[in-house]
């Protein structure tokens, strides 16, 4: 099994930029596809973007897309998320999640959750 604990987050401007961290203890964590989802107050969880058991296999969310990157290192069991040209609508408490082989954009195909990190843009 494994556990995830994300960090990084923070209040930064918009503009700014952001990296968020998921650091996953157990020993098959490179056998997980990843993915970072966020949830705004109010609204529903959204996914944001995925990275697949292969290196080739990424996906991001069309609003985040060109600003946000995931990656992943298998040696050091992480993903990150790296978040540029950040917007006060990117405002939300970011989720890291693990589950299956293929980088799924629906939160069902996950069955590993941290427990979240807040990220606060501000205008």
């Known amino acids: 099994q494994v556990q995830l604990v994300e960090s990084g987050g923070g209040l930064v401007q918009a503009g700014g930029s952001l990296r968020l961290s998921c650091a996953a203890s157990?020993?098959?964590?490179?056998?997980?596809?990843m993915g970072w989802f966020r949830q705004a107050p109010g609204k529903e969880r959204e996914f944001v973007a995925a990275?697949?058991?292969?290196?080739?296999?990424?996906v991001y969310a069309d609003s985040v897309k060109g600003r946000f990157y995931i990656s992943r290192d298998n040696a050091k069991n992480t993903v990150s998320l790296q978040m540029n040209s950040l917007k006060p609508e990117d405002t939300a408490v970011y989720f890291c999640?693990?589950?299956?082989?293929?980088?799924?954009?629906?939160?069902?195909?996950?069955?590993?959750w941290g427990q979240g990190t807040q990220v606060t843009v501000s205008s």
């Open positions: 999640a693990a589950g299956g082989t293929n980088a799924y954009t629906s939160q069902y195909r996950y069955d590993i």
């Open positions: 157990g020993r098959t964590f490179s056998n997980y596809a």
């Open positions: 990275f697949g058991r292969y290196v080739s296999n990424t």
